[in-house]
């Protein structure tokens, strides 16, 4: 069975400092695709990131940073010098081996609420 | 380019009573995709049209049925509505969606009284 984890249910953070959200799944797959997820208070859940199953570089966009080991099944995402706007729900998600029969079908975790205070 | 469009945002019913909820996609987006999400379990597939085909489907009981149109939008159905029915529910669309890159709307948050 496939599963995702986020062990952290809330974390809260003084601005500026960094912050890593954990994420760690579950897949028989050797063909998948994880994501990260942010969801403001607004309610959509905004695209941050897709990772597939055979590229484990590590990657980084401005603030964000994200770190893929399969040895230890885990998608980490790091916020270095955190800002207030920062502040959201994120998810991690998996999707299985891309096909007809698994389409448009995220496996989302729990959820880490991050706030970051002034 | 207008992002994904859920009506309506807001709803309240009671129960044994059903609900349509809408989806409008991204233009050219022919895949849609809903999620329920609730405090206790999170958010869950539902089901997936493709050119107005359902071509995957949650683990939801037959309640909870939908369709696409040929302009793509989508429409979702609950009916004989139940207490735990209460959720925000979430469209997505996509061009690829055995991709995952989903584009989600802001939900509709239904309370069932």
């Known amino acids: 069975a496939q599963k995702v984890t986020q062990a952290q249910t809330e974390i809260s953070v003084v601005e500026k400092e960094d912050v890593t959200l954990d994420c760690v799944y579950e897949?028989?797959?050797?063909?998948?695709?994880l994501f990260w997820y942010k969801q403001p208070p607004s309610g959509e859940l905004v695209f941050l990131i897709r990772?597939?199953?055979?590229?484990?570089q590590n990657e980084i966009s401005g603030r964000y940073s994200w770190n893929f080991q399969k040895s230890t099944s885990s998608f980490n995402f790091t916020i270095t010098a955190s800002q207030v706007v920062d502040s959201a729900v994120y998810f991690c998600a998996l999707s299985e081996a891309p096909g007809s029969s698994n389409t448009g079908k995220l496996i989302f975790g729990q959820g880490t609420t991050l706030q970051v205070k002034p | 380019k207008a992002g994904v469009t859920q009506t309506p945002r807001y709803l309240i019913k009671t129960r044994g009573q059903q609900v349509t909820l809408s989806c409008s996609p991204i233009s050219g987006h022919r895949s849609v995709s809903w999620y329920q999400q609730t405090p206790g379990q999170g958010l869950q597939f539902l089901f997936e049209?493709?050119?107005?085909?359902?071509?995957n489907k949650g683990n939801f009981p037959g309640r909870f049925s939908g369709r696409q149109f040929s302009n793509s939008r989508s429409e979702m159905n609950v009916s004989t509505l139940e207490l735990g029915d209460s959720a925000l529910y979430l469209c997505?669309?996509?061009?690829?969606?055995?991709?995952?890159?989903?584009?989600f709307g802001e939900g509709s948050r239904l309370t069932v009284l």
């Open positions: 897949t028989r797959d050797t063909t998948y695709y």
């Open positions: 990772r597939n199953s055979f590229d484990e």
């Open positions: 049209y493709f050119s107005e085909t359902q071509r």
């Open positions: 997505a669309s996509s061009l690829h969606s055995n991709t995952g890159e989903l584009f």
